[in-house]
């Protein structure tokens, strides 16, 4: 009787600090939700004003016409497709071969790319910016796409994978006189498909939200990207919060519909890839 | 089967094994190209030159001038860079321990079975699906000093209400309070997976001997759980030392990153964008991110050596 009374009060206040954690996590949400479709005078009114008067989408029209929010838009579209397409393809064929094909130097080939592993992306933007203005890549699409296609990890992840699939398999397609290329894509790929869900998520997430390198390769406004559109607008209309905020929903919004649906994806996917987002 | 037989008859067959050897080498080199290319440009390549950039005087637009030692040196004796390191530390050390007991305290709440568990994990988690620079941006907003909801509330419980944003001395808190929020999903997320895995069996003997809920989780739970906080411990401190999003629309975004506010917060790597791509003092900036990666792999490497005295491994 004592301890089921002890377990039960430990859980209501288990309960507590969740809700008000959750109260926290949510707050600025609404908030941003919220201010969105204010107007200018009721954003900036002393005191506050908690609800907007009407939900109309003022500042949204606003945002898209007048500040080539749409543009922006299409930008991020694209290079999230590309990035993730091609990565996920190059890097599956990469840790397809180091798993499971015999060639000479596979394995000090593969201990280099772990070396890469350890380099900081922020610490080579430097040289990295300097090939693009070599390669005339500045202010295209070319310059936000292909250097983000080979990725390390994902190699490095993707063949941990393929690590674990039976051997059978390959050599019966073999027999048939499958080819390298078909063995691949027809058998292995589909049997990874969770570890593929996983890797491609992380990497369509990490293609929207990225900041540091759309802002240092492009400088026309035509060739921007969401999060740059959003850290930069915040420079330009430094008191209009209500236009910053419709800004940032859109920003924010088709990455968190993604999430909603794909929630077990994305919570197994952590604990199989330990990928920070 | 029947390949290698047939190989040992004739030496014909022997012939084709070696053929499709061969075949194979091509398709598996031709498979990596892709790869190896990509990463010897765009990152070996810059690496070296990184190191090599970082010894010179280069404004970008001449050619670069050897110069030696000396950014190193100008380095450890200018105020700025300094001041972008010690903000680099506060940052970090100020945003992961608490991050890492909080989220610790979280998932001990969540490794239970209850209602409404898997919606405070999603919950949870929400912010690191959401694009930082507009996490920061409505932060900022929140934190503003006089329309701003948090003060509203600091109001509301009679606290005082500093002028979060222009106040040299909280704005870095603030941005600390950003990142918590931020992380503290993903650290939950690991450290619940890692609670997981302890044996049920553990608690069901200490319930038999009585024990309360704080000896099994300091004495089973927090134990068995800590190659986990290794993992996020790492983890966060190295993005800790990395980050830029945050910070970057805090100090002004954009152009604007100078004045006191922006000297009260900038990070190394704020200050690498800076230098190399404002101030187009490349060398320079380059020595400062030779510095922050001697930095990182210094502290990653202190972790394994000490992981050794507190982490359990079964």
């Known amino acids: 009787m004592n301890t089921t009374k002890k377990i039960d009060v430990s859980i209501f206040l288990k309960q507590i600090i969740l809700i008000m954690g959750s109260v926290v996590m949510v707050i600025p949400f609404l908030w941003m939700i919220l201010t969105s479709f204010k107007t200018l005078v009721e954003t900036n009114h002393i005191p506050m004003i908690w ?139 589909p049997l990874c498909s969770n570890a593929l869900i996983a890797f491609t998520i992380f990497t369509v997430l990490w293609a929207w939200n990225d900041l540091l390198w759309p802002l240092i390769v492009t400088s026309k406004d035509s060739m921007r990207v969401l999060p740059v559109g959003i850290a930069t607008l915040c420079g330009q209309y430094v008191t209009d919060y209500n236009l910053l905020m419709a800004a940032s929903v859109m920003a924010i919004l088709p990455m968190v519909v993604m999430y909603i649906f794909g929630q077990k994806y994305f919570i197994s996917g952590i604990a199989l890839t330990g990928i920070k987002a | 089967m029947v390949a290698i037989e047939n190989a040992k008859k004739n030496p014909l067959s022997n012939f084709t094994k070696k053929l499709s050897k061969k075949k194979e080498w091509f398709w598996g080199y031709l498979f990596i190209t892709p790869i190896v290319l990509g990463l010897l440009v765009f990152s070996i390549l810059p690496i070296i030159f990184s190191f090599y950039m970082s010894l010179t005087k280069w404004n970008s637009l001449t050619s670069p001038v050897f110069i030696g030692l000396k950014n190193y040196m100008d380095f450890f004796s200018d105020k700025r860079s300094l001041g ?154 190295m993005g800790a030392f990395k980050s830029f999003d945050i910070i970057f629309v805090f100090a002004g975004g954009g152009k604007e990153l100078q004045g006191p506010i922006s000297e009260a917060i900038r990070t190394m790597v704020v200050g690498i964008y800076q230098n190399g791509f404002i101030f187009l003092k490349m060398g320079y900036a380059s020595t400062q991110a030779v510095v922050l990666f001697a930095l990182i792999m210094m502290v990653t490497g202190l972790q394994f050596i000490l992981q050794k005295k507190w982490v359990f491994y079964e």
């Not at chain 1, 939900?55 to 080539?68: A, G, I, M, P, Q």
């Not at chain 1, 890469?116 to 202010?139: A, E, H, R, T």
């Not at chain 2, 991050?99 to 709440?109: H, K, R």
């Not at chain 2, 950003?178 to 997976?193: D, E």
């Open chain 1, 51 to 189: 609800l907007p008067s009407k939900f109309n989408f003022d500042n949204y029209f606003e945002v898209l016409d007048k500040l080539s929010f749409g543009k922006y838009y299409l930008n991020t579209i694209f290079i999230t497709l590309s990035i993730t397409l091609g990565q996920v393809f190059i890097c599956s064929l990469a840790a397809y071969s180091f798993a499971r094909l015999n060639f000479p130097g596979r394995n000090k080939i593969f201990f280099l790319l772990l070396c890469v592993l350890m380099i900081p992306s922020q610490m080579i933007i430097i040289p990295q910016y300097l090939l693009m203005v070599g390669f005339k890549w500045l202010n295209t699409y070319l310059a936000l796409i292909i250097p983000n296609l080979p990725s390390a990890y994902g190699t490095f992840f993707l063949r941990q994978f393929f690590l674990t699939l039976p051997k059978e398999l390959e050599d019966s397609a073999k027999i048939d006189g499958c080819s390298y290329f078909r063995t691949y894509w027809k058998i292995m790929l």
């Open chain 2, 84 to 237: 972008e390191f010690v903000n680099t530390l506060y940052f970090a050390f100020g945003t992961v321990p608490i991050s890492i007991i909080l989220s610790i305290l979280l998932a001990n709440a969540l490794n239970k079975k209850m209602i409404g568990t898997s919606f405070y994990r999603v919950l949870y988690f929400l912010p690191n699906v959401t694009m930082a620079s507009a996490i920061a941006l409505v932060w900022k907003w929140m934190f503003n000093s006089r329309l701003g909801l948090v003060n509203k509330l600091l109001g509301f419980l009679h606290l005082p209400q500093p002028a979060w944003l222009t106040d040299t001395s909280y704005i870095m808190i603030a941005v600390i309070i950003v990142s918590i929020w931020s992380g503290i999903g993903y650290n939950m997320i690991i450290l619940l997976a890692g609670m997981q895995n302890i044996s049920q069996t553990l608690y069901e003997a200490s319930d038999i001997d009585g024990a309360s809920p704080w000896i099994k989780f300091s004495r089973i739970t927090l134990p068995l759980v800590t190659p986990s906080i290794f993992f996020v411990l790492t983890v966060s401190l």
